[in-house]
């Protein structure tokens, strides 16, 4: 079984920065098929949105909104996927929750709250 634990969720003026970070524990098999990991976002009365997204093989994908703005990186040997999010708006505002895959399973975390307020 996987643990996800997300934190460096906060309250942020716009423009400003926040890093988030989320560690994955469990069975060493199961955090070594670990494959691609990323991030998702969810605002009030929004779909849950793909922010950015990074394989074991660390190749990154990004949502358009964040592209140029955000950074996500991996560490496998401490089981860990970060999000830097630089130039913060107020439309970044959402719940930030990590997910990880490892066939046929999916892993999500508690979320984490980020507020940028204008």
């Known amino acids: 079984q996987v643990r996800l634990v997300e934190s460096g969720g906060g309250l942020v003026q716009a423009g400003g920065s926040l890093r988030l970070s989320c560690a994955a524990s469990?069975?060493?098999?199961?955090?070594?098929?670990?494959?691609?990991m990323g991030w998702y976002r969810q605002a009030p009365g929004k779909q849950r949105e793909l922010v950015a997204s990074i394989t074991r093989g660390g190749s990154p994908n990004y949502a358009d909104a964040v592209k140029g703005r955000f950074a996500i990186s991996r560490d496998n040997a401490k089981n860990t996927v970060d999000l830097q999010m630089n130039s913060l708006k107020p439309e970044d505002t959402a719940v930030y929750s990590c997910?990880?895959?490892?066939?046929?399973?999916?892993?999500w975390g508690q979320g984490t709250q980020v507020t940028v307020s204008s």
């Open positions: 469990g069975g060493g098999f199961s955090i070594s098929s670990i494959g691609t």
């Open positions: 997910n990880a895959r490892r066939y046929p399973y999916e892993y």
